[in-house]
């Protein structure tokens, strides 16, 4: 029995931001927010907030664009969130279902599969839009997959990573022949678009994978799976259900101003932190990994690696592979999709995945919040 990815599936959001739109609305927040605190600034009891450009967030980033589910939200410098209306759950698909159905719809064609082939579905992601029920069981009534399982699992950037190993233990342990990993993203209402420093990272996508246990072999081979996770506080997302009872406990109303949303618990990170200590540990766990299999940076053809930042891509590549490695080796779709957390490095592999031979080495890899890691060696069939 051989276990191999055999299809993936990509969706894409109706709508696009640029650099340029972004910051001509940051720019605008922040005339607005120093004109209102004008008094305070020069009295030096605060500092004025500073205007971004898009030089700077291509420089810093390498991102010139992002898709999104909602964008006049975005783009009004007096809510700087996406609207999106909530819709009752059972009669109509929850958002994230909807993107994680055209998702799976789009691998199961790639596969060549039906969705009552499916024996189980996990959906892996970032942020999760409710608790319960599951949004993966929503999606497995969506589509018509008849009996099974599914379930929700949240490892940050790296869910797409601990997804494939998931599906993978759960084949091999007889849970199931074909399993769908499904990593949706809606980032864009986890950013804090008022923040100079991290509003310009994030963009939504959904992408799904279909692993499946072989007698002939197709696709893509799984090799190995290799997980790491290391406590840090310097990438975070607090915000939750306990939300009301810390408001209250602080007391504090809950929402003083609709117009002010509570942004202290959204999305933050100490980025120089996070590139010192991250960059290194990946690099070390592909290398191990590779090493674990017998295997050196010369077999690789290809790393499908989570579109975290251009310059980590940059260094990972470089420290994993050589100085003098070959860019094509490590693809980006950064410039056009930004980070789009869990999903990015299997937008990567899904777009990509063609150009290598029968026989050929890549690796999936993801990084990110825990800290986590995840290495999926893989081989073309």
Not at 115 to 134: E, H, K, M, V
Not at 191 to 214: C, K, M, P, Q, Y
Not at 324 to 336: L, M, R, T
Request: glycine share 8%.
């Amino acid at each position: 029995m051989t276990l191999c990815i055999t299809g993936t599936g990509l969706y894409i959001p109706p709508y696009s931001i640029s650099n340029e739109e972004l910051v001509n609305s940051f720019n605008q927040y922040v005339d607005n927010y120093n004109e209102e605190h004008q008094a305070q600034i020069e009295a030096g009891d605060i500092e004025p907030l500073q205007h971004s450009s898009a030089e700077f967030i291509e420089k810093v980033s390498g991102i010139k664009s992002r898709y999104v589910m909602e964008k006049s939200g975005i783009l009004d410098p007096n809510i700087m969130a996406p609207v999106i209306a909530y819709r009752n759950l059972g009669e109509e698909l929850s958002v994230m279902a909807e993107m994680g159905v055209a998702a799976v719809q789009d691998a199961l064609k790639d596969a060549g599969l039906q969705a009552t082939d499916l024996d189980g579905i996990i959906f892996a992601c970032s942020n999760f839009q409710r608790t319960y029920p599951a949004v993966s069981i929503e999606v497995q009534n969506a589509i018509g997959m008849v009996g099974g399982f599914a379930f929700d699992m949240n490892v940050a950037c790296s869910a797409a990573t601990f997804g494939l190993a998931q599906a993978v233990g759960s084949i091999r342990s007889g849970l199931g022949k074909r399993i769908a990993v499904v990593n949706v993203e809606i980032t864009s209402a986890h950013l804090n678009w008022r923040n100079r420093d991290s509003h310009f990272i994030f963009g939504d996508v959904a992408t799904a994978s279909i692993i499946e246990a072989l007698d002939t072999p197709k696709g893509y081979e799984i090799l190995d799976s290799k997980l790491f996770t290391q406590f840090s506080t310097n990438i975070k997302n607090e915000y939750g259900f306990m939300d009301r009872s810390e408001f209250l406990a602080a007391g504090t109303p809950m929402y003083p101003d609709l117009k002010e949303p509570v942004t202290d618990k959204l999305f933050s990170q100490n980025g120089r932190k996070v590139f010192r200590e991250v960059c290194p540990k990946v690099s070390e766990i592909i290398t191990t990994h590779l090493q674990e299999n017998d295997m050196t940076a010369a077999d690789v053809k290809m790393m499908w690696l989570h579109q975290a930042n251009a310059n980590m891509l940059d260094l990972i590549l470089r420290t994993v592979v050589g100085r003098d490695a070959d860019k094509s080796i490590a693809p980006s779709v950064i410039d056009e999709f930004a980070n789009t957390s869990s999903a990015s490095p299997m937008i990567v592999f899904h777009r990509y995945k063609d150009q290598l031979a029968s026989g050929d080495i890549g690796v999936i890899c993801s990084f990110g919040a825990g800290y986590s890691i995840g290495s999926v060696l893989v081989k073309k069939v």
